[in-house]
């Protein structure tokens, strides 16, 4: 195979990818991913820094280095916008706010952390797990419903399995941040955005596309004018986002594919700027090779419940990706694409005595 151009190491190097707009690579080290793409916006007043890198003084030193081969430093930094809710796309957006009084925008779903407070989702143990035998030992748990254990941290997935010792190791330390009251590489967003909202940056005007699916709350920001279309996540170059049923959506997978339709139908898009990998052209194209392979996918799940029978999520996201995949992100995206068959009303569900879901396609 090919080596994904979203696996390349970060260059030193800035380059202009559209008028008054800087490519900064910054390296990152997660599973398919070499660099993750922040972009300079310059205009008269400074620069507004779309998606500034992981947290932590060593991503934020890199960071800087960048920026001064632009000529850009941290105090000409007046807005910073965030994609979406993941740590190497926001991470250095709280420090810019303290060092610049920087705005932060992001989408007014922004969240991130365990458990949104509030959240109709409430965090349950183990021992409340839906469908865990009750007295009578019958499973109580309403199947039209979905599983309650939607974007809690705590104890088993929603499909049933346990999480692994590393995510346990993160959860306490989160845990005990949230704890101390000091997270403070989580970034408050100043100004929360909306679709369609107007921005002005790089001296133009963008305007905010929410694009649900990668994340419940991504933001795309595109300019009509020059035909330039940040992407952040929603649309790579040559790999397809990780699409998790540990959301707050009931389908995330359906939204992708709404959102996904959303972009691939905007005129005037010329150059495409992804979070990971290079400027591309064709957005409608690729969002078009996106959405159908996730409808592979999906096929491939109903041949596997033909070959094994009602089967769990780990039993359908093993035969699903490649063994050097195999884990917590694998399985959920096989739960988001069960759910979405399940909804579609092309699978059937139950939860087994032992907590597992059981999914079978007719
Ligand atoms: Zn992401
Ligand atoms: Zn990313």
Same mark, same amino acid.
């Given at each position: 195979?090919?080596?994904?151009?979203?696996?390349?190491?970060?260059?030193?190097?800035?380059?202009?990818?559209?008028?008054?707009?800087?490519?900064?690579?910054? +390296?990152?080290?997660?599973?398919? *991913?070499?660099?993750?793409?922040?972009?300079?916006?310059?205009?008269?007043?400074?620069?507004?820094?779309?998606? +500034?890198?992981?947290?932590?003084?060593?991503?934020?030193?890199? *960071?800087?280095?960048?920026?001064?081969?632009?000529?850009?430093?941290?105090?000409?930094?007046?807005?910073?916008?965030?994609?979406?809710?993941?740590?190497?796309?926001?991470?250095?957006?709280?420090?810019?706010?303290?060092?610049?009084?920087?705005?932060?925008?992001?989408?007014?779903?922004?969240?991130? /952390?365990?458990?949104?407070?509030?959240?109709?989702?409430?965090?349950?143990?183990?021992?409340?797990?839906?469908?865990?035998?009750?007295?009578?030992?019958?499973?109580?748990?309403?199947?039209?419903?979905?599983?309650?254990?939607?974007?809690?941290?705590?104890?088993?997935?929603?499909? /049933?399995?346990?999480?692994?010792?590393?995510?346990? /190791?993160?959860?306490?330390?989160?845990?005990?941040?949230?704890?101390?009251?000091?997270?403070?590489?989580? +970034?408050?967003?100043?100004?929360?955005?909306?679709?369609?909202?107007?921005?002005?940056?790089?001296?133009?005007?963008?305007?905010?596309?929410?694009?649900?699916?990668?994340?419940?709350?991504?933001?795309?920001?595109?300019?009509?004018?020059?035909?330039?279309?940040?992407?952040?996540?929603?649309?790579?170059?040559?790999?397809?986002?990780?699409?998790?049923?540990?959301?707050?959506?009931?389908?995330?997978?359906?939204?992708?594919?709404?959102?996904?339709?959303?972009?691939?139908?905007?005129?005037?898009?010329?150059?495409? *700027?992804?979070?990971?990998?290079?400027?591309?052209?064709?957005?409608?194209?690729?969002?078009?090779?996106?959405?159908?392979?996730?409808?592979?996918?999906?096929?491939?799940?109903?041949?596997?419940?033909?070959?094994?029978?009602?089967?769990?999520?780990?039993?359908?996201?093993?035969?699903?990706?490649?063994?050097?995949?195999?884990?917590?992100?694998?399985?959920?995206?096989?739960?988001?694409?069960?759910?979405?068959?399940?909804?579609?009303?092309?699978?059937?569900?139950?939860?087994?005595?032992?907590?597992?879901?059981?999914?079978?396609? /007719?």
């Amino acid at each position: 195979m090919s080596r994904r151009q979203e696996r390349e190491s970060a260059r030193t190097e800035v380059t202009e990818v559209a008028p008054d707009i800087l490519r900064l690579e910054l +390296p990152i080290r997660i599973p398919g *991913l070499g660099h993750v793409n922040c972009y300079a916006l310059i205009d008269s007043e400074g620069a507004a820094i779309v998606d +500034p890198g992981l947290p932590g003084p060593g991503a934020w030193r890199t *960071l800087q280095d960048r920026m001064a081969r632009a000529g850009i430093s941290a105090k000409h930094v007046h807005t910073v916008i965030v994609t979406h809710s993941h740590p190497d796309h926001f991470g250095g957006a709280a420090r810019f706010h303290k060092e610049s009084g920087a705005k932060v925008i992001a989408h007014h779903s922004f969240y991130f /952390g365990p458990g949104r407070p509030g959240s109709d989702q409430p965090e349950v143990s183990v021992d409340d797990l839906p469908g865990k035998p009750k007295d009578d030992g019958e499973a109580d748990e309403d199947l039209n419903q979905p599983p309650k254990l939607v974007h809690s941290w705590r104890g088993a997935t929603p499909w /049933g399995s346990s999480r692994t010792a590393l995510d346990i /190791g993160r959860r306490l330390l989160w845990r005990t941040l949230m704890f101390m009251g000091r997270v403070p590489w989580v +970034p408050e967003i100043t100004h929360p955005i909306g679709h369609g909202d107007e921005l002005k940056l790089a001296g133009r005007d963008f305007f905010a596309v929410h694009t649900p699916g990668h994340t419940a709350d991504h933001l795309c920001l595109h300019d009509p004018e020059t035909g330039t279309f940040l992407a952040g996540d929603h649309v790579l170059p040559t790999i397809t986002p990780h699409i998790s049923g540990l959301s707050e959506s009931r389908d995330p997978l359906a939204s992708f594919f709404y959102s996904l339709d959303r972009v691939a139908e905007i005129s005037h898009v010329g150059q495409v *700027l992804p979070a990971h990998g290079h400027p591309f052209t064709d957005l409608a194209e690729r969002a078009e090779a996106i959405k159908r392979h996730h409808y592979e996918r999906l096929d491939r799940i109903k041949e596997i419940a033909r070959e094994i029978g009602p089967g769990t999520v780990p039993e359908f996201s093993s035969k699903l990706f490649p063994p050097r995949s195999w884990g917590l992100m694998a399985e959920a995206e096989t739960y988001a694409h069960l759910e979405h068959l399940l909804l579609a009303g092309e699978a059937e569900r139950r939860r087994r005595s032992d907590g597992m879901l059981v999914y079978e396609t /007719g």
